[in-house]
């Protein structure tokens, strides 16, 4: 799934070439992908001109003139390119964005799990899933008391507290190992039993391991590409997500790779200490 590095250099690779343009025509190949009636979702957007996007957690947030917003979430493998609309529809093609000077917007998703929900803009906080998320990395919201606070009233273990959107939102399941690792934290330590010191430098390694994938724009393992079909560059700097089997770069044990509430989880059980 895409995290917030990836959506946030899909937002800045799409931003160019879809701002300023307006919506000709809309086609709904698949119409699951709309919360909305599909039908209403044409008809309000059509005419419609593309002001900005934003983001915000794993969201997309498409600014339109009249005050529309379409909230998108690319969940596992949700993708959008520019074409012409005269080229031959793809098989995992489910909407299609025409715009005024020849050029259209195309939204690919293999699993068919991502979502487009038009709302009136400043009402994404309270009728969209935005309104579960808590904050986001490097922000004012997300300080180290907020977290700490946030922690010492989770029973669940530290992987699946921090994979809770309402907790911070933005990381999946590649950045938790990361930071886990980082900050030698094993991923099954209860959250509420984890020492002040190792919860600030855990705190510090989410921010800053958001940061710099952020700017190495993104993580491809899979699928992932942005808006240009260009992969990203952090997968380069992993050092224990899909390298199970393999030695610590810290310490030289084998990386193991469990299932956490069902998610594949790696990590190196002799630098990595668990608190219970």
């Not at 701002?19 to 000709?24: L, P, S």
């Not at 900050?183 to 330590?189: G, T």
């Not at 855990?202 to 710099?212: D, F, G, W």
């Not at 952090?234 to 193991?256: F, I, K, P, R, W």
Request: proline share 4%; charged share 30%; glycine share 6%.
């Amino acid at each position: 799934m895409p995290e917030m590095p990836e959506v946030e250099t899909v937002r800045r690779t799409l931003t160019p070439l879809v701002k300023g343009k307006t919506i000709e025509k809309i086609v709904v190949w698949y119409p699951k992908i709309i919360v909305n009636d599909p039908d209403e979702f044409v008809k309000k957007l059509t005419n419609k001109k593309i002001l900005k996007i934003d983001r915000y957690g794993k969201y997309l947030l498409f600014r339109f003139n009249d005050d529309l917003t379409m909230v998108s979430h690319l969940r596992m493998e949700g993708k959008y390119h520019l074409v012409t609309p005269d080229a031959p529809k793809q098989k995992h093609e489910h909407v299609e964005f025409i715009f005024t000077d020849g050029t259209a917007l195309r939204y690919d998703d293999v699993r068919k799990f991502g979502r487009m929900h038009l709302v009136e803009t400043g009402t994404e906080r309270q009728t969209t899933g935005i309104r579960h998320l808590g904050p986001e990395p490097n922000t004012d919201e997300f300080s180290l008391e907020y977290f700490r606070d946030a922690l010492s009233k989770k029973k669940k273990n530290i992987k699946n507290t921090i994979l809770d959107q309402t907790v911070v939102c933005g990381l999946g399941n590649i950045y938790v190992d990361e930071v886990l690792w980082q900050s030698k934290i094993h991923p099954l330590s209860s959250a509420k039993k984890i020492p002040s010191d190792k919860v600030a430098d855990l705190y510090r390694n989410i921010n800053h391991t958001i940061a710099v994938a952020t700017k190495e724009r993104g993580t491809t393992v899979h699928t992932y590409l942005d808006a240009n079909g260009e992969t990203g560059g952090y997968q380069n700097m992993l050092q224990v997500y899909d390298h199970a089997g393999e030695q610590c770069s810290s310490c030289g044990t084998v990386l193991e790779k469990i299932k956490v509430n069902g998610r594949g989880t790696t990590f190196c059980s002799h630098c990595q200490v668990l608190y219970k």
